[in-house]
């Protein structure tokens, strides 16, 4: 071999290995920094849904398991939209997924098809009114909401009233606003698309309406919200709310309404308790 052959081999060796020895010091660096940021949220997702919804723990496992893939499902195909300066984090996004998709746990349930976004909002919002009154006027001053669903594509929430919602109140915006969307899916007010054990809508109907018409009647309600008067979408919003947050008072005040909303979403929530 010639000297110059040997000198040829040499920078040629020295031309793989340098950028090689170059990749294995960033991947190096890399793994060296890795255990200082959190571990990504996909990999322990259920841990994390359960600590911050914790009466997932009453799922039979099989509803959790399904509750995670749901999650997940949501997290990959809605975007989330931080409104009015709000960063939305990763523990926002799965505390809404979180609770929305308690609303889809039976195995035939669709997930929200028509949403596309959800707008988030650091806590209640204004919003121009454009429906007239009963004088048929439409009012200058926009009406402050904490929650809306558009038939389109988007729900739009209060941040502070989903933590809310968390702390034990009974108000649970999430859980409302996704109803609505339930509800659009199907061609009837004030209801779903009712699995096929159902048989039809006569038992919805009858309970629904009745309740919807004692609720009109009564002054102070118990346990459901009086806005779940003002016509059968809201009090399928109002009545999944309460089903949620005060399920023990629901099944004891409305029993029926209760069993059929349990029915309906496919578990119990009689022994959840959202406040310590
Ligand atoms: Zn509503």
Redesign the pocket.
């Known amino acids: 071999m010639s000297q110059e052959a040997l000198v040829a081999i040499v920078v040629a060796v020295a031309l793989i290995v340098g950028p090689l020895a170059t990749l294995r010091a960033l991947s190096k660096r890399a793994a060296a920094q890795t255990p200082q940021r959190p571990a990504p949220l996909e990999s322990n997702i259920e841990a994390e849904l359960l600590a911050q919804l914790p009466v997932l723990a009453h799922l039979t496992p099989e509803l959790r398991q399904r509750h995670v893939e749901r999650v997940r499902a949501f997290l990959a195909s809605k975007r989330f939209i931080g409104c009015d300066g709000l960063e939305v984090t990763e523990e926002m996004k799965l505390v809404v997924a979180g609770l929305a998709c308690l609303l889809v746990l039976r195995p035939d349930a669709e997930l929200f098809p028509a949403v596309k976004a959800v707008l988030l909002y650091p806590g209640a919002f204004l919003v121009p009114v454009n429906e007239p009154d009963e004088f048929g006027l439409v009012d200058d001053e926009p009406q402050e909401r904490i929650g809306e ?1 558009w038939q389109g594509d988007r729900v739009i929430l209060s941040w502070e009233d989903v933590q809310a919602a968390l702390a034990g109140d009974g108000v649970n915006v999430v859980a ?2 996704f109803a ?1 969307q339930l509800d659009d899916e199907s061609p009837f007010e004030g209801a779903p698309h009712l699995p096929r054990e159902f048989n039809g809508y006569e038992r919805w109907s009858r309970v629904m309406q009745r309740e919807f018409e004692r609720l009109q009647r009564h002054r102070r309600p118990p346990v459901l919200d009086p806005y779940g008067a003002e016509s059968p ?2 009090f399928f ?1 109002v009545a999944t709310e309460a089903f949620i947050q005060r399920g023990a008072d629901l099944a004891q005040h409305h029993a029926e309404l209760y069993e059929l909303l349990r029915d309906y979403y496919g578990f119990d929530t009689r022994d959840w308790a959202w406040s310590a």
Do not use: D, I, M, R
């Open positions: 669903s409302h606003e609505h979408a809201e919003g």
